[in-house]
């Protein structure tokens, strides 16, 4: 049990990654006023945790209503969570993380952007929404504990992101660009790891439902 609740912390602070975000939601925000910048944190981290919690609730009901197995959700999921793990390997800065062409001039339109870009993509992206519902699918053949678990985990990644953003500048100053880049492409080392086992998992599982001869 306790292997599962660290492993669901890591997966969700990995894959979440809020000291990613955090010059993302500078950027953002660096005209407001105090107050301003605080309803920003606020809001993006609330939608984000609805966000998630609906999926980790309502997730598996439509991966059953669509037919979708398990093995296959793992592996499409840890497919999706490999290509955001090599982005964040290779990017060659964390602006990477941020809305582009588009979606990053709408943006620069919007007076609120706790929504869009920070709650969706960056904190509520389909990584995490996946990660979201594979977790609860293992925490459903664990035990009811572990489904609790994992709805705090995300609360606390949420709570953990919510004073990251808060801290932002001070983070900025202790880690600089630099050491920023450097923790974004640690954190996408470990969730290609955490991808690649996802898959081997999703692959093994559909191997022993194939019959023999």
């Known amino acids: 049990m306790n292997e599962f609740f660290w492993q669901t912390f890591v997966t969700l602070l990995v894959v979440i990654d809020p000291f990613a975000v955090v010059p993302v939601y500078i950027g953002l925000t660096h005209k407001d006023s105090e107050f301003s910048k605080r309803m920003t944190a606020k809001k993006a981290c609330l939608i984000g945790l609805v966000l998630l919690l609906s ?10 209503a ?90 606390l990644v949420l709570i953990i992101t919510y004073i990251c953003f808060r801290l932002g500048n001070v983070i900025m100053r202790i880690l600089g660009l630099t050491g920023t880049n450097v923790l974004t492409r640690v954190f996408g080392i470990i969730l290609a790891a955490l991808a690649v086992q996802n898959m081997i998992t999703g692959i093994t599982a559909v191997l022993r439902q194939v019959p023999v001869g």
């Open 55 to 64: 999926f980790a609730f309502l997730g598996d009901k439509l991966l059953d």
């Open 66 to 155: 669509l037919n979708i197995s398990e093995p296959a959700f793992r592996i499409a999921g840890g497919f999706l969570l490999l290509l955001a793990s090599i982005e964040m390997v290779v990017a060659k800065n964390v602006g990477l993380r941020a809305p582009t062409g588009h979606e990053e001039e709408e943006a620069s339109h919007r007076s609120d952007v706790s929504v869009f870009p920070l709650a969706i993509p960056l904190l509520a992206g389909p990584g995490a929404l996946t990660s979201i519902v594979v977790l609860m699918r293992q925490a459903q053949t664990i035990s009811f504990s572990a489904s609790l678990g994992v709805i705090l985990l995300t609360i």
